[in-house]
């Protein structure tokens, strides 16, 4: 491994111009420590920083790069795209061609739309809930993170269905009073808001399976619970699946945990994969929902890039792929992520290292704890210090995990056996180390 000067410059450089030198506030790295790599390039399940070094990639850009970077299809698309002009702002076949194709996964959305984040779409999905329902409290679960909007971004009051505090400065109070956010997987939270909060409730809106309180899975008939409580109480349930959609499944979460027909989501939401690396936000559902839309109806969302041509090439190459190779690419992730998520956690406990390692399909999180984690409160009691040291080993060894214990894996199609097998070996270096 050489010396990571160019990239600790780069950073120095970066400081400068961003806050803590990033766009994103992960990128720093302040949750592991240690100098983030700055990338120069990436190809298949490989990222080489600005130093030489490689490093076998378990982030995969927060999730959109499935079929590993630069991957031919998605490359050649994006450049036929960009050869026709980047941005139009009127409307091009191409956006239908990914709508059905989203269709065709995900049967529970009748019409969508297309914007450039994740953020926009919890955003406008909620937006479009307190329309159709006349009311204003959301409730969300702690540990699930949906984008940055102020609503959102909200965090546990003193008790069950006490009303959200801000979870960021800048986020009014008033606006944090409006959610309510409570303990995942624990129905009779849930149950005791829309008794506390009779006929206001607009929305409850879900990350399927937890990913960004590190993987934690719904509980068995969970999702199928809230679906039905939600439809008593008149209220929607939004399905958030930017993080699992066509991760866990083709047909993302609602496929593996059987939302469909009766108990099919009102509204979805997807992102990442959905974009093959390139910014899009999807949001969806029943019609009568999405028709309440501008310029059908009076709720407004708009946006100067939504349905970008680039975008909508990335996608439909990724999707494509995926639709087409379905049973073969689901069935190497699941065999690849079992191999190395069991590989490592086997690691941990020869060298009694206490490691709870949660996955489904494809995404998972080793947790620095001898205790199951099915919420966030039990992933909260992680040993965050002992991650970040298991981080800095592991980025030593040339393998790039998520910088923070709180964040999923992810891997692609790209990852060989050869790659599994080299991080097993530097996961027993690294947790060899921690007996010193
Ligand atoms: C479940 C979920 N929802 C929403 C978002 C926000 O998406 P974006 O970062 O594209 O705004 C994320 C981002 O990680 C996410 O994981």
């Known amino acids: 491994m050489n010396l990571r000067t160019r990239s600790q410059a780069l950073q120095e450089r970066a400081e400068h111009y961003f806050p803590g030198g990033v766009n994103s506030p992960v990128r720093a790295f302040r949750a592991v420590g240690g100098a983030p790599p700055f990338i120069d390039r990436a190809e298949g399940a490989y990222l080489y920083d600005a130093d030489g070094n490689r490093y076998i990639d378990y982030f995969g850009s927060w999730g959109p790069m499935i079929l590993g970077h630069a991957f031919p299809p998605v490359v050649e698309a994006i450049e036929r795209a960009a050869r026709k002009s980047a941005s139009f702002g009127a409307s091009t076949a191409a956006e239908a061609d990914l709508a059905e194709r989203i269709v065709a996964c995900y049967p529970a959305i009748e019409k969508m739309r297309f914007v450039s984040s994740g953020t926009e779409a919890t955003m406008s999905a909620i937006r479009l809930a307190r329309a159709a329902t006349g009311r204003k ?34 986020v009014p109070e008033e606006i944090a009073h409006l959610t309510l956010a409570l303990p995942y997987n624990e129905m009779s939270a849930v149950e ?3 008794e506390t909060y009779p006929g206001a409730i607009a929305a409850i809106i879900i990350e399927p399976i937890v990913g960004n309180a590190g993987c934690i899975p719904p509980a068995e008939g969970y999702l199928a619970a809230l679906r039905k409580l939600t439809e008593r109480h008149g209220a929607l349930l939004i399905v958030d699946e930017v993080m699992t959609g066509f991760r866990v499944a083709l047909g993302g979460a609602c496929q593996l945990y059987g939302l469909k027909s009766d108990l099919a989501p009102d509204l979805i939401t997807l992102g990442k994969i959905v974009g093959g690396g390139l910014p899009v936000g999807v949001f969806g559902g029943k019609r009568r929902f999405m028709d309440l839309l501008a310029p059908l109806g ?14 909508m090439a990335a996608g439909l190459a990724t999707i494509g792929y995926l639709q087409e190779h379905t049973s073969e690419v689901y069935a190497r992730l699941e065999a690849a992520s079992h191999a190395v998520a069991a590989g490592v956690a086997q690691e941990a406990a020869s060298a009694k290292v206490a490691v709870t390692t949660n996955r489904v399909g494809a995404m998972w999180t080793w947790f620095f704890t001898g205790e199951p984690v099915t919420n966030y409160e039990q992933a909260a009691k992680s040993n965050t210090a002992a991650f970040g040291r298991f981080h800095r080993g592991m980025l030593d060894q040339g393998v790039w995990l998520p910088p923070s214990q709180f964040e999923a894996a992810f891997i692609s199609t790209a990852h060989s056996d050869a790659d599994l097998e080299a991080t097993i070996a530097a996961a027993r270096e690294v947790f060899a180390s921690f007996a010193g």
Request: with cysteine; proline share 6%.
């Open 137 to 170: 409290i959301i409730i969300k679960f702690e540990g699930c993170y949906h984008g940055h909007a102020d609503g959102l971004l909200v965090k546990a009051g003193s008790g069950v269905a006490t009303f959200g505090i801000p979870g960021s400065a800048g």
């Open 192 to 194: 005791t808001a829309f």
């Open 298 to 311: 009076p709720v407004y969302q708009a946006g100067t890039l939504s349905g970008n041509p680039l975008a």
